[in-house]
């Protein structure tokens, strides 16, 4: 069993940065694949990043390509995101998932996670 718990989210304003963390408990960190995902009201849960357990292979949608970045500290038992050149559109509640499994890839779509955090919400004014 894993919980993760995100923190970091805020209220930001167009054009700025802000960093959400995701923490796990338990000692197995290290062999999940870790993601990152978003809804905004009214939509679908979508992925926004993703890193495989190694942290060797990431992955990012076009909408946040060049502007975020996904990393992971296996001894800290934490995955970050760091958002740049934030947008109005970015405008969701973004949670952690965790996602068990023998290889050592990213994984894109919700059903391959077997854990999610609460999430937190992010908010850009423009």
């Known amino acids: 069993q894993v919980q993760l718990v995100e923190s970091g989210g805020g209220l930001v304003q167009a054009g700025g940065s802000l960093r959400v963390s995701c923490t796990a408990s338990?000692?197995?960190?290290?062999?999940?694949?870790m993601g990152w995902f978003r809804q905004a009201p009214g939509k679908e849960r979508t992925v926004v990043a993703a890193i495989s357990w190694s942290g060797g292979s990431t992955y990012y949608s076009d909408s946040v390509k060049g502007r975020f970045t996904i990393s992971r500290d296996n001894a800290k038992n934490t995955v970050y995101l760091q958002m740049s050149s934030l947008k109005p559109e970015d405008t969701a509640v973004y949670y952690c998932?965790?996602?068990?499994?023998?290889?050592?890839?990213?994984?894109?779509?919700?059903?391959?996670?077997?854990?999610w955090g609460q999430g937190t919400q992010v908010t850009v004014s423009s």
């Open positions: 998932a965790a996602g068990a499994g023998y290889l050592d890839v990213v994984r894109t779509t919700p059903s391959r996670y077997n854990y």
């Open positions: 338990g000692r197995t960190f290290s062999t999940y694949a």
